[in-house]
């Protein structure tokens, strides 16, 4: 991904943003909007283990997104409990930008399967200023 895809993205998703995120069960499409944070190549959203989106994401990792003239697709992962050891550093990037509802009543951190869906993006066409960028993402997500 060139500095210049990696700008727009960053300056485009790297906050609090609503995603569409396509699930699929026995070859019937789902979508629904999450609150997401992006970051090197992967967004990231606060939500439950139990929900629908996860039990399809379990079955099928293969996700598509699409939010503010971005298209693609991904792997979606459940990383665990919100309040794993190996979340703290993800965790306080989410809490800052999803900060403004957070702590309205809808997440309970203290219900263990209060989780992270991460979707590691592979491809996808993002539109700015009139170009179109096709986008493979890298296998490896690592700060550039």
């Not at 991904?1 to 943003?17: A, L, Q």
């Not at 697709?73 to 794993?84: K, S, T």
């Not at 997440?107 to 179109?132: Q, S």
């Amino acid at each position: 991904m060139t500095k210049d895809i990696k700008k727009i993205m960053d300056e485009r998703f790297g906050h609090d943003t609503l995603l569409s995120v396509a699930t699929t069960a026995d070859n019937i499409p789902y979508v629904r909007i999450v609150d997401a944070y992006y970051e090197n190549g992967a967004f990231y959203a606060v939500t439950y283990a139990l929900s629908n989106k996860m039990k399809q994401i379990e079955k099928n990792p293969i996700v598509a997104v699409c939010g503010e003239w971005l298209t693609a697709r991904g792997i979606g992962e459940n990383l665990g409990w919100v309040r794993d050891e190996k979340n703290v550093e993800i965790m306080s990037k989410l809490r800052a930008a999803f900060a403004e509802w957070y702590d309205n009543g809808h997440t309970n951190e203290e219900d263990n399967n209060t989780c992270i869906l991460c979707i590691k993006l592979t491809e996808g066409v993002l539109f700015h200023n009139g170009t179109r960028y096709d986008i493979k993402f890298k296998d490896e997500y690592v700060n550039e």
